[in-house]
């Protein structure tokens, strides 16, 4: 037997001394009134009566005494919280890792797989041994500490209570890190998981973390059927703004075919319904080449009409339509009819046309095109695209001279060159390029690089090594679309222009200048302050929807929308497999047995109760009285 609350030196004589007390208030005798009587037979009478009663009435009294004598000793022992030592075993020092990624939401356990993961951790607390210690972990894309490493059952439930599913993938690795840093130094660590096992690749993932430190894992969830929207992004036309296109991606990660109900809203309102069949493990896109109806918004819905689909966290897209904003370009040319012709077809740039002797101009721009000039940049110039780079003033430096040449390879992918097939594309005279580390190589000869593009100062640049009218490039569709491609890319360059952020990653979002806080209102209508660093709010994205930054400190008041997808097409996969692979042998889960940390303080607590209750009916009843 152990005792855990005050200790006997210190209960022993408070027991001591109430029990002494209780004796002494015994052993008085009452003082009798003096009552005159009138009649001497009625006297001797009761003196008979006392005489045969006197010894059951000791023994009555000396029971009492006993009770009470019984009743403290029971509240005693109570304040010394005595535990069996069979209970005080070593204590265990247990981190639990709980998923808490967007998988974690599928309803195949009710109401969900986190919520029977809060019943499991509950179990667990409820059956930690007496010298146990346990930290509580929230685990997504990041890791989120709910607890100490505590004993205390009260403060873990009370973790267990804020544990939330979150719209990203799980990090398990980090995790991993996680729990070796919380048990270093300490004895008989143990890390528990509890998830469904969408975790990537665990192997990866636990190499050459927690050596020697048993690690296991219970699994949450038993099916995978499953339609998810894994994709969305939607831009505007370059030659068209008025437009836009859609790309999306549904994946049917189940085992058995499903019908999809897909609609559109643009703007909250419906702008299109279709109804799609899926293949079991199908990944099907989808593309929506000329939409109209979104203006700013773009919500995507897919609805299983046939077959299962355990998982809503994954049944929406969000995506923000570019605005149609007037960009501000500067033109630094003596006289280029090619080039002047290919700004002339998007009506919503705003071009100045400025010969290189009168450069500088006032007013602020959003790219400038040189075009054979390379003079110093104005702070407020914006981006800058170079055509025909000179020798002296350029971003980077000319190479040889080449003649003859054409595009051998570009890069198709860069939003510089998309729609683009440069194959053809014959150039007599001209110069190689050299870029600089960290420069990206987006068109070439076999002869050098061609087109190129980096950053300088912070400032993003494209570079041509030659000038165009010395090619038969200004002859084709190829040439004006280039021109406002690259406008464009500059443009998408700023994360303001991205169509949706993704979960699980920080977002560095565009703010005026002076603000040093603002607002952001989350899909949910809940809202928070966040700093703002360097010209940009920081937020850790945890949540898909469209969100909002507001501050009302600026005239006219600032407000900016964006969209948040989860981009994670590995938490559609909600199949938990049968083993968890951290590249060595998992361990049995840890007995938590509700019995081993069972405390007596109430059970003597409770007979002192019934004890209290039994003499004061004795009593009422002249039993021991």
């Known amino acids: 037997m152990r005792w855990l609350g005050l200790p006997l030196a210190q209960l022993l004589p408070l027991a001591a001394g109430a029990a002494g007390a209780v004796v002494l208030l015994y052993v008085l005798k009452l003082r009798r009134r003096r009552v005159v009587v009138p009649y001497s037979i009625l006297w001797q009478r009761v003196l008979r009566d006392r005489d045969a009663s006197t010894w059951f009435s000791r023994l009555k009294r000396l029971l009492s005494l006993l009770l009470q004598l019984l009743l403290l000793a029971l509240v005693f022992a109570a304040l010394g919280d005595p535990r069996l030592t069979a209970s005080w075993a070593d204590g265990r020092s247990v981190v639990i890792l709980v998923d808490a990624s967007a998988s974690m939401q599928a309803t195949d356990v009710l109401p969900s797989r986190l919520a029977g993961a809060q019943v499991k951790l509950r179990e667990m607390i409820a059956g930690l041994g007496a010298n146990d210690r346990l930290l509580i972990a929230q685990m997504d894309a990041s890791v989120t500490p709910l607890s100490p490493l505590s004993g205390d059952r009260a403060e873990l439930e009370r973790a267990a209570e804020r544990l939330r599913a979150t719209d990203t993938r799980a990090d398990l690795r980090r995790a991993l890190g996680f729990a070796a840093d919380s048990l270093r130094g300490v004895e ?88 799609l069949e899926l293949k079991p493990g199908e990944r099907l896109p989808r593309y929506y080449q000329d939409l109209a109806g979104a203006d700013r918004t773009l919500e995507a819905v897919a609805r299983v009409t046939q077959g299962r689909d355990l998982l809503p966290a994954d049944d929406r897209g969000y995506a923000l339509v570019p605005e149609r904003r007037r960009a501000r370009v500067c033109v630094v040319t003596r006289g280029n009819t090619y080039l002047e012709a290919a700004l002339l077809l998007d009506e919503y740039l705003d071009v100045t046309l400025v010969p290189p002797e009168r450069y500088p101009v006032r007013g602020g721009f959003d790219v400038t095109l040189f075009d054979g000039v390379a003079p110093p940049v104005a702070e407020d110039a914006g981006a800058a695209l170079y055509l025909a780079l000179p020798a002296q003033g350029g971003p980077l430096r000319r190479g040889r001279r080449l003649e003859g040449f054409g595009f051998d390879s570009w890069d198709a992918k860069s939003p510089a060159l998309r729609y683009l097939a440069l194959g053809d594309v014959q150039v007599a005279t001209g110069y190689s390029l050299r870029p600089e580390p960290g420069d990206r190589v987006l068109g070439a000869s076999d002869q050098g690089p061609l087109l190129v593009g980096g950053r300088r100062d912070g400032r993003p640049f494209l570079a041509l090594g030659f000038d165009p009218r010395d090619s038969d490039w200004v002859l084709r569709p190829a040439w004006p679309l280039f021109i406002l491609n690259a406008i464009d890319s500059f443009g998408e360059d700023d994360a303001s222009f991205l169509s949706s952020y993704p979960t699980g990653q920080p977002w560095y979002l565009p703010v005026p200048a002076p603000l040093e806080r603002v607002s952001l209102l989350g899909p949910a209508g809940d809202e928070r302050e966040v700093p703002v660093r360097g010209g940009h709010a920081v937020v850790f994205g945890e949540h898909a929807g469209f969100f909002t930054l507001r501050s009302a400190a600026t005239t006219p008041p600032f407000e900016s929308r964006f969209a948040a997808n989860l981009a994670a097409p590995e938490e559609s996969k909600i199949l938990p497999p049968e083993a968890l692979d951290l590249g060595r042998p998992l361990a049995p889960l840890p007995s938590f047995d509700a019995k081993a940390r069972r405390e007596l303080w109430h059970y003597l607590l409770l007979a002192a109760a019934v004890l209290s209750a039994s003499e004061w009916l004795s009593y009422h009843r002249r039993l021991t009285v």
């Not at 939607?234 to 990660?253: F, H, T």
């Not at 109900?261 to 299109?272: N, P, T």
């Open 188 to 275: 008989r660590p143990e890390v528990v998981v509890l998830s469904d096992g969408a975790l990537g690749d665990a192997a990866a993932a636990g190499e050459g973390l927690l050596e020697g430190v048993p690690v296991s894992w219970l699994r949450l969830g038993s099916e995978g059927s499953n339609v998810g929207l894994t994709g969305l992004s939607v831009r505007r036309y370059p030659l068209d703004k008025s437009r836009a296109e859609v790309r999306l991606q549904l994946d049917n990660a189940g085992a058995e075919p499903a019908t999809v109900e897909l609609s559109l809203y643009g703007d909250g309102r419906l702008i299109d319904v279709s109804t």
